[in-house]
């Protein structure tokens, strides 16, 4: 499965953004689907996912109240709503897939196969 990222771009603080994810080569509504994150310096952190069966989500705990993951399996897309942005939201966002994650794998980006490139989110003023 290839994935394409896209929707970044340079807000303000406290403005919003959607990231998407759309996926080709395979059925998307089977796969797990994560968003993680890297700011420069920084390991790459989880921010979010939702899982293929059930559609159950996880959120890291900085991001939870103010970013929504969801997924249209006929457009094949999976989307990261981002509200209320902060400075420490900065980094380029990365999606990831893979089959068969069991619930408490969500988190780790190593139970991902599959990546897209990444897309810049900057918040400043």
Same mark, same amino acid.
């Given at each position: 499965?290839?994935?394409?990222?896209?929707?970044?771009?340079?807000?303000? #603080?406290? *403005?919003?953004?959607?990231?998407?994810?759309?996926?080709?080569?395979? %059925? /998307? &509504?089977?796969?797990?689907?994560?968003? /993680?994150?890297?700011? #420069?310096?920084?390991?790459?952190? /989880?921010? *979010?996912?939702?899982?293929?069966?059930? &559609?159950?989500?996880?959120?890291?705990?900085? =991001?939870?109240?103010?970013?929504? =993951?969801?997924?249209?399996? =006929?457009?094949?897309?999976?989307?990261?709503?981002?509200?209320?942005?902060? #400075?420490?939201? %900065? *980094?380029?966002?990365?999606?990831?897939?893979?089959?068969?994650?069991?619930?408490?794998?969500?988190?780790? #980006?190593?139970?991902?196969?599959?990546? &897209?490139? &990444? %897309?810049?989110?900057?918040?400043?003023?």
């Amino acid at each position: 499965v290839q994935l394409q990222a896209s929707g970044g771009g340079l807000v303000q #603080p406290g *403005a919003s953004l959607r990231l998407s994810c759309a996926a080709s080569g395979s %059925t /998307f &509504g089977a796969y797990t689907t994560g968003w /993680f994150r890297q700011a #420069p310096g920084k390991e790459r952190e /989880f921010v *979010a996912a939702i899982r293929w069966r059930g &559609g159950s989500t996880a959120y890291a705990d900085s =991001v939870k109240g103010r970013f929504t =993951v969801s997924r249209d399996n =006929v457009k094949n897309t999976v989307y990261l709503q981002m509200n209320s942005l902060e #400075p420490e939201d %900065t *980094a380029v966002y990365y999606c990831a897939a893979s089959q068969g994650i069991i619930i408490t794998a969500m988190r780790n #980006p190593t139970s991902y196969a599959y990546w &897209g490139q &990444g %897309t810049q989110v900057t918040v400043s003023s």
